[in-house]
């Protein structure tokens, strides 16, 4: 039987690993090949890496941790952040990635999500979306730049309609984000992930809000997602992985052990 | 023992190298028939769609060389299906070294791409398979896949069964990613560097 995933994401600035809260002050976790290493042998499902800073400023990022990673990782991995054509996605994947996750970019151009999936194939393209609840609107909106405070915006797309066009347009698997719930680790949005759960086709990773093993539990049972995402409880040792599967097993969700 | 990857220009080509660089073995990454006649073991990677994959073996015009080696030869996922004799991604004609079709998954209702860890069951003797039992997971990404059929090493169940191993004489193939499989596709490899005809 597949098992759900679980994943925890480091997100990636100047190749260190550093985490914020809803997306703010950064603070540096460590370096981020023993942080992959660790994470594979303890049982990690997939890792993925966010380069934070790369939609945001527009330059150049040098990506050539990517290619030590694939060195001594032996579970799969997507990269996200600043891949803005086939050429940037093609480079990544020399480098041993598995799949590469496009937000900003496919936001300025959504085209770039055929271009992907013509080149790569469905099963390499990871569309990333952040999710803001509005309380005076009452709905989920899409935001652009996330990595960058300042120039973080609300796009015209209600997160509905985005990923009803990014599934038309390729998309292998959505990762959806909940911005209210990013990094306050008081569980996962089950409500918006099981309204997207079902319009989304296929697999669908929930991220922002992990806080105790409990929530993945409800998050799968709940939302029936194929992963979850998790940065803090992972990063400060407050959930670990090997206890968190023994947890999921016991409560009959199918895990890798 | 010299092992040589087959620069099919697809994508994993490096975490396939990585992972026999993890197993001790430096393998080669050529798209010349000559070093790929003149190796030990040959490994057939593949990511992308099989249309492609074909048009770029002929291209490099590999098509001949790889149906006439005699050595193991194993083929990694979309590198699995070509092996067989026909796609049905993009109506495409294989390297029919296994008489095997490439069918659209038949998933019932279940999601795909079929996208992570599984379990593999009716798992055969054959010696690529040693030490396989049926707790062990395995990385899958995939959309298409082999029936199961006399050529099946061993199966997976996703809606339906498909093969996830196949294997006719010095031909061998897994739909599964061993080199992002951890310690089980670990194993897989070794068997295969251990292989004897």
């Known amino acids: 039987m597949l098992a759900k995933r679980l994943i925890p994401c480091l997100d990636v600035r100047d190749g260190k690993v550093v985490k914020g809260v809803q997306f703010r002050n950064h603070e540096i976790i460590g370096d981020i090949v023993p942080l992959a290493q660790r994470y594979a042998q303890a049982g990690a499902d997939e890792l993925v890496f966010y380069d934070i800073t790369a939609s945001s400023d527009g330059r150049v990022v040098d990506k050539s941790w990517v290619r030590r990673i694939a060195e001594v990782i032996d579970i799969p991995f997507c990269v996200a952040g600043g891949i803005k054509t086939v050429a940037d996605a093609a480079k990544i994947l020399e480098m041993g990635a598995d799949k590469i996750s496009v937000n900003s970019p496919a936001l300025a151009r959504p085209e770039l999500i055929n271009e992907l999936n013509h080149h790569f194939g469905q099963q390499c393209v990871v569309v990333g979306i952040d999710s803001f609840f509005d309380v005076v609107s009452g709905q989920y909106q899409v935001y652009q730049f996330t990595g960058d405070e300042s120039r973080t915006q609300k796009t015209q797309w209600l997160t509905r309609d985005w990923v009803a066009e990014v599934l038309k347009r390729g998309a292998g698997e959505i990762v959806l984000n909940c911005m209210n719930q990013d990094g306050v680790r008081q569980g996962y949005d089950i409500a918006q ?11 669908l990773i929930a991220s922002g809000g992990a806080g105790t093993m409990a929530h993945f539990s409800d998050v ?5 997602v194929d992963g979850a995402l998790a940065a803090s409880v992972f990063h400060k040792g407050i959930i670990e992985i090997a206890a ?3 947890k999921l097993i016991a409560d009959g969700i199918s895990i890798r052990p | 023992m010299q092992l040589v990857i087959v620069d099919t220009g697809c994508a994993n080509i490096s975490s396939v190298y990585f992972a026999f660089k993890r197993l001790g073995v430096d393998a080669g990454i050529s798209r010349d028939a000559k070093v ?4 030990d073991k040959v490994l057939l990677p593949g990511v992308g769609t099989a249309h492609n994959a074909m048009a770029k073996l002929q291209q490099a015009e590999l098509t001949d060389t790889l149906q006439s ?12 299906q070509l092996l067989t004799r026909h796609s049905m991604e993009g109506d495409v004609a294989c390297l029919n070294l296994i008489p095997a079709e490439v069918l659209p998954m038949q998933s019932a209702d279940l999601r795909l791409p079929h996208m992570g860890w599984n379990t593999l069951h009716s798992i055969s003797e054959h010696p690529l398979m040693r030490g396989f039992s049926v707790t062990d997971y395995v990385y899958f990404v995939h959309s298409f896949a082999v029936a199961p059929d006399l ?5 997976c169940h996703y809606g339906s069964d498909f093969a996830a191993v196949i294997g006719k004489d010095n031909v061998v193939g897994a739909q599964f990613h061993p080199e992002r499989s951890g310690n089980t596709g670990a194993r897989l490899l070794q068997n295969f560097l251990e292989w004897q005809l």
């Open chain 1, 193 to 203: 992930l099981k309204s997207i759960r079902d319009i989304c086709t296929v697999p």
């Open chain 1, 220 to 224: 799968f049972n709940q939302a029936d």
């Open chain 1, 244 to 246: 968190l599967k023994a």
């Open chain 2, 36 to 39: 790929i006649k003149a190796a």
């Open chain 2, 69 to 80: 080696l005699q050595q193991p030869l194993l083929g990694i996922c979309l590198g699995m």
């Open chain 2, 151 to 155: 050529h099946a090493l061993a199966l």
